[in-house]
């Protein structure tokens, strides 16, 4: 049923102070987090491939070894969601509203409404991050897990035992990145941890650790080594009001993986049914935000 003439009755009467409910949104977190990009395509698909592993010793006459493992390994896939949301008005709604400077019915908050939607998308794919969603496909396991496999081994991005965040977990992060990350062949590569991600319940602990110059929680006149370990945290933190954990966080690291794919950008459309007179408004985009890389984050996810 279309918004009516009694739903906004106080609006239809002169003598109102003011007409309150529409607020501040909270500014674009997604973009901070995941690359963005276009997409042509109903389905992405990103392959990992394997190159050449480490070198062989060669004795003097002897045969050269060769490294024939090169190729695919594994597939990343992403499909695009549409997301539409509507609303109808009566005419009678619009033509008797004498506030519609304050309650425009040509925009009853949609943007705002696809906007959060965009951020709660988003925010799912770390609050799903232990959950292996086939649909994604890739290595096999979830995008944090203790056993992404390479060949011959397997690497973890996320504690064997989940851990809180504090200075020593911290550091261990920055260093389990550095020192394990590894390509498909098992070369190490370059990985560093760029960026500290926490719900608003942890913001105090990530002050407390990223902005210190001398080492956080003692009364020791050493300095913070989460400021230089690694190169430190050249992007400091930032909270995402949409992780659903009041205790997990993450790092990001300077390899990209996450990824926000705009198929059809955000559109408004709006006309007068000819039958009703009720104005139709609808919005409508298109889009997925997934990953194609697990070596793009670390994460921790303890439950208390």
């Known amino acids: 049923m279309a918004v009516n003439l009694s739903q906004i009755r106080d609006l239809l009467l002169p003598g109102l102070r003011g007409v309150e409910g529409k607020y501040n949104m909270i500014p674009s977190q997604y973009d901070k987090v995941f690359e963005i990009t276009k997409s042509n395509m109903a389905l992405e698909r990103t392959v990992e491939m394997r190159y050449l592993g480490l070198a062989q010793l060669k ?10 493992a090169a190729g695919e ?19 009678k709604a619009i033509d008797d509203n004498l506030y519609k400077a304050q309650f425009k019915p040509t925009n ?13 998308y988003a925010a799912n794919v770390l609050n799903t991050a232990t959950t292996y969603n086939a649909a994604i496909g890739g290595d096999g396991v979830a995008l944090c897990s203790t056993a992404h496999p390479i060949d011959g081994s397997t690497i973890a991005n996320t504690p064997t035992v989940q851990v809180d965040l504090n200075e020593s977990t911290l550091l ?12 498909i062949a098992g070369n190490k590569i370059f990985a560093r941890g760029r960026k500290l991600i926490v719900p608003p319940s942890l913001e105090p602990v990530a002050v407390r650790l990223t902005k210190t110059q001398l080492r956080p929680g003692t009364a020791d006149n050493d300095t913070n080594a989460i400021l230089f370990t ?6 400091g933190y930032m909270v995402m009001d949409f992780l659903t954990s009041n205790y997990a966080w993450f790092f990001l690291t300077n390899i990209k993986g996450l990824v926000y794919m705009e198929r059809v950008p955000f559109e408004m459309d709006m006309q007068v049914d000819f039958t009703t007179d009720n104005l139709l408004v609808k919005g409508y985009e298109r889009y997925s935000v997934g990953y194609y890389n697990w070596r793009s984050i670390y994460g921790s996810f303890p439950t208390s």
């Open 73 to 91: 390994r594994y597939v990343y896939n992403q499909e695009h969601n549409e997301i539409a949301l509507g609303y109808a008005i009566t005419r």
């Open 108 to 120: 009853l908050g949609l943007t705002e409404s696809f906007h959060q939607t965009k951020e709660i």
């Open 172 to 183: 261990n992060a920055m260093v389990a990145i550095r020192q394990n990350f590894r390509d």
């Open 230 to 235: 690694g190169g430190g945290l050249p992007e």
């Open 59 to 68: 004795t003097e006459g002897g045969n050269t070894q060769f490294d024939n």
